[in-house]
């Protein structure tokens, strides 16, 4: 960023299920611009045009913040000419998350590692985010021996012509369609699960097994998850500390439709699972385009701010800038 003045931001896919919630979220910030495909160029949205994103545009220097809302080949194509541009990529694609040198952030969990990015910050799966947001404050209190987790994820998650084609359904018509790759055992979308935990939460032997299922649903992801930990934590034990945590908030039955539109991911319907020595089972939910996606990027975007502001709180500032890069590529 240049010094003194607001980040330059551009948001990649603004047309689509994630950008559309990254423009909501921007929409008091200066200096943004909107990218999608040539089909969607010249098209306004919220009186701004859009343009086509192409790496010229990218490479043209006029950016700080590159938000990526596209799928995982365009990221791929894209991305590196953002950061060739001086941008800082924000990468919601597969693309690079388990580049061992990319971090993935989720900053309630990983925060710190942000800052050591070479222009590239992943954001992990929106199943993922949600889960861990419950995971760290069990993890640092019990510390955690084995996850189990069984998904019920929405539509959007799939982007926006899986929430039209639900829409256009009829009740009926629902079949659990998989937009996911099946390899005769695993889904990749719980491939993902395990992986992303891991790195995220730097346990990389955590045995971690998911079964995923999406669900005719428009927004929100709903979790079922049984954990073990080294320490005894009761329930009341857990409920206090994830009471405690920023960005998590309990609710008795968290659904979908209670964790739709709004910011904080709902756990509730704490227990002890008693098929085991020490675990506990509860339920997680998250709006999987709000925490899940757009607003996990920006708290990105915020802590990169933050971080060169030594220490100063920065909210919402969106101050990324070439000092961050150069202590990355350090
Ligand atoms: N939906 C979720 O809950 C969620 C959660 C976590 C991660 N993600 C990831 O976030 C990314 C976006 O997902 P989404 O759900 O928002 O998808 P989406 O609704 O299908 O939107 C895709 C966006 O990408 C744009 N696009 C497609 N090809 C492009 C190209 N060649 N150049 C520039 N832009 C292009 C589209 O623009 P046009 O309108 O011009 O085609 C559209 O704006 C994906 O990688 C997805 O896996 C999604």
Known sequence: MRDGSEPRIGVMGATGAVGTVLRELLSDRPNVRY???????????????????????????ELDVC?????????????????RGGAVAIDKSSAYRMDPDVPLVVPEVNGRRAVEHRGIVAVPNCSTIQLLCALKPIHDAAGLTRVRVATYQSASGAGSAAMERLRAETPDEHDLRMDWTYDGEEFDEEVKLREETRKIMELPDLPVQATCIR??????HLEAVWVETERRLSPDAARE????????????????ARAAGIDDVLVGRIRRDPTVERGLAFLVAGDNL???????????????????????????????DARVKRAGAR
Request: glycine share 10%; net charge positive.
């Open 215 to 220: 669900v005719p649903v428009v927004v929100g």
């Open 241 to 256: 500390v994830l009471a405690g945590t920023p960005g998590l908030r309990l609710d008795k039955f968290p659904s979908p």
């Open 35 to 61: 990218f999608a495909s040539a089909r969607s160029a010249g098209r306004e949205l919220d009186g701004r045009v859009v343009e086509e994103a192409t790496p010229a545009a990218l490479e043209a220097g």
């Open 67 to 83: 938000f990526f809302a596209v799928g995982t080949a365009t990221s791929r194509q894209l991305v590196p000419h953002a950061v």
């Open 290 to 320: 709000r925490k899940g996606a757009a607003l996990n990027a920006i708290q990105i975007a915020d802590l990169l701010g933050a971080s060169v502001a030594n220490g100063r709180r920065v909210d919402r500032s969106l101050q990324t």
